[in-house]
């Protein structure tokens, strides 16, 4: 099982995932608002993970140029049909990975990875590519589920649920893993924030610029 089972996987969840309700409407809020805060209006901006395309439609309006991309097709089907009724010039959706995409075509002021990085195969290879992918001190800014530090009862049914195909690949790591991993990429951490609205999610909001 490799990228093209992930890809599949979320072609298979599209419509459920398009349907469903943001479990933190405040804390999402709350991370739109200080991405929103932290964007300039001549940013170029790069989201990863777009899924359905909600957070690109409400912050590529104040941006100059914003992709969002996806691994899965059906997912950016979705993203296209709610851009037609929602019209923003600005905001192309791609179907395309990190590795995908190009340096030496184009970098980014930002790149955005939210609910995210744990779906990443080789979490250490993509903070690289990101790297990459950013101008000089442009910033990295993610929110993801940190496995490591939920509930064991998760990180056991995690593997069942895999191998009947009804749950994505989902790596494990604490926020201090996760922190370390970033920095080892070449990026210096200026934040580190709980944007959940009750108690603490694990899933720490991370500001870090290239170095």
């Known amino acids: ?33 200080r991405t929103r805060a932290l964007l300039g209006a001549g940013d170029r901006v790069l989201e990863l993970g777009c899924g359905t395309g909600t957070t690109a ?17 059906a997912m950016i089907v ?11 010039p600005n905001l192309v959706f791609r179907t395309a990975t990190a590795d995908a995409l190009t340096p030496e075509a184009v970098t980014f002021n930002a790149v955005l990875g939210f609910n995210y990085l744990h779906l990443v195969r080789d979490l250490p290879g993509t903070l690289r590519r ?28 995690l593997p069942a649920m895999r191998a009947i195909g009804k749950a994505p690949h989902a790596g ?33 909001y991370i500001v870090a610029r290239k170095r």
């Open 1 to 33: 099982m490799g990228i093209e089972s992930d890809a599949r996987f979320w072609d298979r969840a599209s419509q459920k995932y398009a349907k469903g309700a943001i479990a933190d409407q405040a804390g999402y809020e709350r991370t739109l608002e």
């Open 57 to 73: 439609l409400r912050l590529a309006g104040h941006v100059q140029e914003y992709l969002a991309t996806d691994i899965s097709t």
């Open 78 to 88: 979705i993203a296209n049909e709610k851009r037609a009724t929602d019209s923003i």
């Open 130 to 157: 990101i790297h990459a992918l950013l101008a000089d001190e442009g910033m990295f800014i993610s929110k993801t589920p940190c496995v490591g530090e939920m509930n064991p009862l998760v990180r056991l049914v």
């Open 172 to 204: 494990v790591f604490r926020v201090s893993d996760l922190s370390e991993l970033i920095r080892a990429a070449g990026f210096d951490i200026v934040a580190t924030e709980n944007h959940a609205t009750k108690g603490d999610d694990k899933r720490p």
